[in-house]
């Protein structure tokens, strides 16, 4: 019997890639389902609702509610909602963003008039004319937060820029550092995590193919740690890596037979 009572979940490059499970993915949730253990899917990647998570997981082979599915928006939305209670934000990023911070009674701007918040993202439509409202809107006093801080993302094929380039470029042009960054491997998420799974960080297990985000997130917290290499992360990183996880797996179909 596997010693974890709790499993978070990274979802690109670790249940799946692109529109495709990982092989062997779906079976093993239902085999850790099967055997009492419960289970939550994270994700940094703020171009889907939970909503749309937990409906591509189904259409996967993996049944998921929006509640099974902690994202970066979702946390980001929820500190916002308890710290500044129906704030002003103008949002570099896709719409399922917007609509998701909206939802947490956040006012989306466009940037022209008072904002709160300048809000950076994952944003595949990223241009001059946004950046320079970002710029704008800091330069008036706006605070600058961002959902995920992730260099690349992986995709069918390989990888492409992520969030990471929508902070840099507006930190290189505003002099000002992000302040907060809400996903991995903010404690922020974690913390999420643990609490839908309703478990302490010794009875969880973090699984993920980033070192620099859910393994280092999961040491962080004081979980056992588990990198899959169908993502981002080769064997040969490990050598040179500050922080190593406590299992490394070809891929999540060999979790079942994981001992602690």
Known sequence: MIGYRGYIFDLD????RGERAIPGAPQMVAELRRRGCRVVFISNKPLQTRRDYAAKLTRLGIPATPEDVITSTYVLGRYLAREAPGARLYVVGEPPLLEELARFGLVITDGKGPVDFVVAAFDRTFDYQKLNTAFQA???GARFVATNADRTCPVEGGEIPDAAAVIGAIEGCTGRKVELVAGKPSPMMIEAGLERLGVGPADCLVVG?????????????????????????RREDLARAPVQPDYVLESVAKLPFLRR
């Open 138 to 140: 800091i330069r008036r």
């Open 209 to 233: 193919d980033r070192l620099e985000t859910d393994i280092v997130m999961g040491k962080r917290a004081g979980t056992a740690t588990a990198l899959v290499l169908t993502g981002v992360t």
């Open 13 to 16: 490059g670790t249940i799946y």
